[in-house]
Structures are given as structure tokens and as C-alpha cells.
């Protein structure tokens, strides 16, 4: 059974920092390639950061420099270290898988993962 569980969100304020796991069962985290995305309410939901299953990554211009992820095979599990926390990275973010690799890491859309987690709540205030 495909699973994913986010964990390590939280309340914060400006310029905090929270770190945001992922842990994965019933599949090989080493590969696939893994994402983060985010959604606030009213809005779509969009990628945040990716790795693949050579290791690697790609962020959206609004997280780079302040976000990091990562994944730990032995663990199989992902994380985003998220430092210089913004109002504006206030979301629901949620760990994602894509078995289609090459397709998921050029377009990195939402609906080319087919994998995702429940996700976890970042708020982060002024």
C-alpha cells in the first residue's frame, strides 16, 4: 500500500525556519522523482521544490535560496529544510511521487504525480 505522511509543520513567524518530513511506504522513494507542493485556499496547487531519482533539483523562483530538499534513501523518506519563512509560504504542502520520471521532473505539474501525502499546514505570520 502506497503511503505518504507529511510531518514538521507548524506555526512560525517571519524568517523562521521549520523542517517538513516525508515518510514513504509501499514504494521506493530512490525511484521516483519527489516534489513538494504547496496550495492556499482559493489558489491552485503548485510545486514548491523537486528531486529526482539521480538527485537533482529544482525549485520555483519564489523558494530558491530559502528552501532545501532532500531525501534520505536508507529512510526512505523526503524533507524541505525551509529557512527565511515568508508570510506568503503560508500553505498546506504536501509530499508528492511521480513514477514517471522524466515526464513529472520537465513539467513538474501536479497531475503528473501520482502519489501524494495528506499534508501538513505552514503558517507563517508578520
Known amino acids: 500500500q502506497v503511503q505518504l505522511v507529511e510531518s514538521g509543520g507548524g506555526s512560525v513567524q517571519a524568517g523562521g525556519s521549520l523542517r517538513l518530513s516525508c515518510a514513504a511506504s509501499?514504494?521506493?522513494?530512490?525511484?521516483?522523482?519527489m516534489a513538494w507542493f504547496r496550495q492556499a485556499p482559493g489558489t491552485e496547487r503548485d510545486g514548491v521544490a523537486f528531486?529526482?531519482?539521480?538527485?537533482?533539483?529544482n525549485y520555483a523562483d519564489s523558494v530558491k535560496g530559502r528552501f532545501t530538499i532532500s531525501k534520505d534513501n536508507a529512510k526512505n523518506s523526503l524533507y524541505l529544510q525551509m529557512n527565511s519563512l515568508k508570510p506568503e509560504d503560508t500553505a498546506m504542502y504536501y509530499c508528492?511521487?511521480?513514477?514517471?520520471?522524466?515526464?513529472?521532473?520537465?513539467?513538474?505539474?501536479?497531475?503528473?504525480?501520482?502519489?501524494w501525502g495528506q499534508g501538513t499546514q505552514v503558517t507563517v505570520s508578520s
Open positions: 508528492a511521487a511521480a513514477s514517471s520520471r522524466v515526464v513529472a521532473w520537465v513539467l513538474r505539474r501536479a497531475a503528473d504525480f501520482g502519489y
Open positions: 509501499g514504494f521506493t522513494v530512490s525511484s521516483y522523482c
Open positions: 528531486i529526482n531519482s539521480d538527485d537533482r533539483t
